[in-house]
């Protein structure tokens, strides 16, 4: 492979503390090196901007439910439309685009690594299909076990190990990434056509509450001491006044960390906007992002992904069964129910966000109110829940409104006037710095996944996956700021060059990230004895059909992460 | 597409005052392209390109020069079309004259705002798709979705129209948006798909599911209509005046009028409107009217 040297830019790389150095950047065999030979290729970088690859900790991207949403929605596939080239196939779709159109739209924005959030552990195996037809990307996937019935079962005899070996065994089955749950033993309730909308109401027939499934499965992650912690989208989604159920649930997991883990939450509250609502009816809807950011602010045991909402023609898709079709009454658009055996749900919806839609105009107040309220940007990473809040290719606009308080302003007049009078956001002056920009769209999220020692830096050592910004370091103007995070100059990706000017210049197979957890051989056997009893009971296919095998059709290229758990006894 | 004719179509006609069908804005001098078809391709020509904001502004050469996708190959409009005329400055003064049958032409007009197409001949799939004004005149069949979710402008057919005259495309739910498409022949199947706003006129029979999903706007047949007319409507009107082979149960009889009003036109009655489609949720405004000489098998069903 090609040596590269990236020259004279001004780099930003918070993990390693660097502010915008004028440094050069060594490259070799996809790895950042100290020094490279003399006829090694030069990138000129000279008053560029250099930051590590970009990294989306929570983008919903492959499997059942994003297939499902293609399926509802043809018309998505009309829009964005590319032809294809000579090295890329023809792209479409904006809101549930092609497999090959997100590898290619990830690396033209600079970023590099992705995480699908919610996979079913059945779905597990078309998850990671999906994902080997993802271009460039490297990526991994969350589980969703927060309503599933051998999680219940455990907790309910207080039988943790047991339940740290379930779990261990399911990421080992599933190739997953971390621990998922989405409105944690709700799901369970959608079964029998409930919800449950606060952490103490027990699920039906289990006797299990939402708190217990919550503090049980953070316990099960630190004792496992996973890299990244328990990831979870909590009760009451999408209700005004939830901002309280928010934070009750990240109150109420207060588990000792694993000590040898770097992060420090042990807890990440995903998609906070559809959690963060004042108000209690949709007519006193109201912004609760400065209630939680103020919470988070006194609080360090947390990480959170915003879910920023931008005005667009989009797709609601989550495991969260009920909220879907809550969405469905409140729009009366077109909907489609899941549901996967003992495991979990999900469902569709389109939604339209409108500048001059009151309830869409206060949503957009609310993750620029998490992003801006809470000062610690190692908190807080930039998502919009792709596409829940809208399409992943509309972070440049973000990052403009968080660089820039007059864009915002401006955009804030243009919205209803309830955005303004129902949230704080007017009365925020802070603008982001590049530094805090790298932040909260690269090093939080290699931190908090846990993978900081690979990715979301430039030390050396770590993967070359390097994206090139064509901006002044010192401008505020929300038009070239846009244009330079919407396309990089350059997208380096394993030390290969894939993007250049905005366009794919080569697009090289990215790796799955997942856990190979070990725990006591023992334990296991115990536990499997109990799991199979009920597996064969309850699910419609042969439990030695279940697990993914690392095979090139589903892993192409595997990047296994060995942990050993056998002290879990 | 039904045949049987049970009215005087050449009375019906003169419902429309053709007079009304030409461009809105007469004051503007026109400036003319001719296109003159030179062959069809065995494969379908996207030919979205040909529209007066495209051709506004381009020298003849340059026209020529405008590439359309044959297959899976982009080839230049000058391989399967000779043009000829002057070059215009604005969308509003242009009139393209298609000279002949182009039926392996999609596309057509699609997207265009203002000016003229003139298709002396049958034209493809798609043609004035997504149209937000000007107006196009085809004086042959047109292919299927021809005006298909158009916003404005006027799309007239002389001859028929395939299935999803002014519908929608697949999985939409915002149709015809406004605008007016006439068609004097027959239509198929599916015509005005959730249309939500704007006329269209069929001047003889139309296929089944005529105005499904409909929400709002108005569709004249002057024919017959298939099955399932209006089927999962909420809003809009449907009126038949050759006889509706069936009305849905799940449509209930309001009254009977005596005659009914569209764009100034009178039409006598007496009329019987049906309500519906009441499988669906929330208020349903959806009118079907149909003239009652012509649908005494209704009688039976819904009044007694
Ligand atoms: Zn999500």
Redesign the pocket.
């Known amino acids: 492979m090609d040596e590269l040297i990236i020259k004279n830019g001004f780099v930003y790389d918070p993990l390693n503390n660097i502010n915008g150095e004028q440094l050069d950047i060594f490259i070799k065999n996809g790895k950042i090196v100290s020094e490279v030979g003399a006829d090694a290729t030069v990138i000129d970088a000279k008053n560029k901007i250099i930051m590590p690859g970009g990294i989306d900790g ?1 983008s ?1 991207i492959a499997g059942a439910k994003v297939s499902m949403g293609r399926l509802l929605r043809p018309e998505d596939i009309r829009r964005g439309v590319r032809a294809k080239t000579k090295i890329t196939r023809s792209e479409s779709g904006v809101s549930v685009p092609t497999t090959f159109s997100i590898g290619y739209r990830y690396a033209r924005m600079g970023y590099t690594t992705v995480f699908e ?2 996979m079913p552990p059945l779905k597990a195996r078309h998850t990671h299909e999906e994902l080997a037809d993802t271009p460039i990307v490297d990526k991994g996937a969350f589980p969703l076990l927060g309503s599933n019935w051998m999680v219940f079962h455990y907790l309910k005899q207080q039988e943790i190990e047991k339940c740290a070996a379930f779990v261990a065994w399911m990421l080992n089955a599933t190739k997953g990434f971390a621990i998922k749950l989405v409105n944690p033993a709700g799901l369970e309730s959608w079964n029998w056509g409930g919800n449950i909308r606060d952490i103490d109401t027990p699920v039906e027939f289990w006797d299990v509450t939402p708190r217990e499934v919550i503090t049980g499965l953070a316990k099960v992650n630190e004792l496992l001491g996973l890299p990244h912690s328990i990831h979870v ?1 909590f009760n009451n989604i999408g209700r005004p006044g939830n901002f309280k159920t928010t934070i009750e649930s990240f109150d109420a997991c207060r588990e000792n960390k694993n000590p040898g883990v770097e992060r420090n939450q042990v807890i990440h509250g ?2 906070i906007q559809f959690n963060g609502y004042g108000g209690d009816s949709w007519k006193s809807f109201a912004s609760g992002g400065l209630e939680i950011a103020d919470w988070v602010n006194k609080n360090d045991h947390v990480t959170l992904d915003v879910g920023q909402v931008v005005f667009s023609n989009t797709t609601t898709m ?1 495991a969260d069964g009920p909220l879907e079709y809550y969405l469905h009454t409140l729009n009366h658009l077109k909907w489609t129910n899941g549901d996967v055996e003992i495991e979990t749900s999900s469902g569709v919806v389109p939604l339209i966000y409108k500048r001059k839609n009151p309830v869409s105009a206060i949503q957009w107040t609310i993750g620029l109110e998490l992003l801006l309220g809470i000062e610690d940007p190692w908190k807080v990473m930039l998502s919009t ?1 792709h596409p ?1 809040g809208g399409p992943f290719t509309r972070y440049p606009e973000i990052i403009a409104w968080l660089m820039s308080q007059e864009y915002r302003n401006d955009t804030l007049k243009s919205a209803h006037k309830r955005a303004g009078k129902r949230s704080g956001l007017a009365t925020l002056d802070r603008e982001y710095s590049l530094f805090e920009i790298a932040i909260v769209t690269r090093a939080t999220q290699a931190k908090a996944l846990g993978i900081n020692y690979m990715k979301g830096h430039l030390g050396v050592g770590a993967d070359a996956d390097v994206a090139i910004y064509d901006l002044d370091k010192e401008s505020k103007d929300p038009k070239e700021i846009m244009k330079a995070f919407s396309n990089t100059l350059y997208t380096i990706k394993g030390g290969e060059v894939v993007a250049k000017n905005g366009e794919i210049v080569s697009t090289p197979m990215g790796r799955t990230l997942y856990l190979n957890v070990k725990v006591d051989p023992s334990l296991e056997n115990t536990m499997l004895k109990e799991f199979s009893d009920i597996f064969r009971r309850n699910y419609s296919v042969n439990m030695a059909n279940y697990p993914v095998q690392p095979i090139p059709s589903y892993l192409p290229l595997p990047k296994e992460i060995k942990l050993d758990a056998t002290h879990v006894a | 597409m039904t045949t049987k004719n049970l009215i005087n179509y050449e009375n019906s006609h003169n419902h429309i005052n053709s007079s009304k069908i030409k461009n809105a804005n007469e004051a503007i001098k026109m400036k003319e392209l001719s296109l003159k078809p030179l062959s069809q391709p065995n494969v379908m020509l996207e030919a979205e390109i040909i529209t007066p904001d495209n051709f506004s502004g381009k020298s003849v050469d340059e026209i020529k020069q405008l590439k359309v996708w044959k297959g899976n190959k982009e080839v230049p409009l000058s391989d399967f079309f000779q043009v000829e005329g002057e070059t215009t400055n604005s969308p509003e003064e242009t009139r393209i004259v298609i000279e002949g049958s182009i039926p392996k032409t999609k596309r057509v007009g699609e997207g265009m705002t203002s000016g003229e197409i003139v298709i002396k001949g049958n034209a493809g799939m798609h043609t004035g798709a997504l149209m937000r004004g000007g107006s196009i005149f085809v004086e042959g069949d047109v292919g299927a979705w021809s005006g298909a979710e158009i916003r404005g402008g006027k799309l007239h057919i002389k001859g028929n129209a395939d299935n999803y005259l002014g519908a929608v495309y697949r999985g939409e739910w915002r149709g015809m948006r406004g605008g007016k498409i006439i068609v004097e022949g027959n239509a198929g199947g599916e015509v005005g798909e959730w249309m939500r706003d704007g006329v269209i006129h069929v001047k003889r029979d139309v296929g089944s599911f005529v105005g499904v999903h409909m929400h709002g706007g108005k569709i004249i047949v002057h024919g017959n209509a298939d099955e399932r007319v209006g089927a999962e409507m909420t809003g809009g009107q449907i009126i038949i005046l050759g006889k509706a082979n069936e009305i849905l149960p799940s449509f209930r009889f309001d009254e009977e009028i005596p005659s009914i009003e569209v764009e100034g036109e009178t039409y006598e009655g007496p009329f019987l409107k049906f309500v519906g489609d009441l499988a669906e949720a929330g208020k349903i405004k959806g009118e079907i009217l149909v003239l009652k000489k012509n649908n005494s098998h209704l009688i039976k069903l819904f009044l007694f």
Do not use: F, I, M, S
């Open positions: 929570h919903h959030p919610a989208h995903t998609h989550t829940d829940n």
